[in-house]
């Protein structure tokens, strides 16, 4: 057998444990991701209004961003986001003290809730 014969079976050797290797890799890889998902549940980051902040004027906007949520709601109110997740929904305050509930929701029916304090002096 020639040197050239010998490295073409050494490396005929070589290729099908290395398709295994990256098949197991993305196997893994893919299971990771979706796992992880699972793991950290639903998050809600809230961008404003901030926690017992004065508001100026009645109608305010909430805006913020949702990951890994199936559904979310303002003081029991559904609301939608866009692909990314976020959302800008007006929200009309009344007099004096007012508490906004936000909640959402997995698929895996995990809440997680944010509440704000806010108060509209007119």
Not at 38 to 67: C, Y
Not at 90 to 111: C, H, T, V
């Amino acid at each position: 057998m020639t040197m050239i014969e010998r490295r073409e079976k050494d490396c005929r050797l070589l290729i099908k444990p290395m398709v295994v290797l990256v098949v197991v890799l993305l196997v893994v890889g893919y299971s990771v991701l979706k796992i992880k998902d699972f793991a950290i549940g639903p998050e809600i980051k809230l961008n404003s209004p901030l926690d017992g902040a004065s508001a100026k004027t009645d109608l305010i906007m909430i805006k913020g961003k949702a990951e890994r949520i199936s559904e979310i709601f303002i003081n029991g109110r559904k609301i939608f986001t866009d692909e990314a997740g976020n959302f800008n929904e007006p929200y009309l305050l009344a007099s004096g003290y007012n508490l906004l509930e936000i909640m959402a929701q997995d698929k895996f029916g995990r809440k997680v809730e944010k509440k704000v304090q806010l108060v509209f002096n007119n």
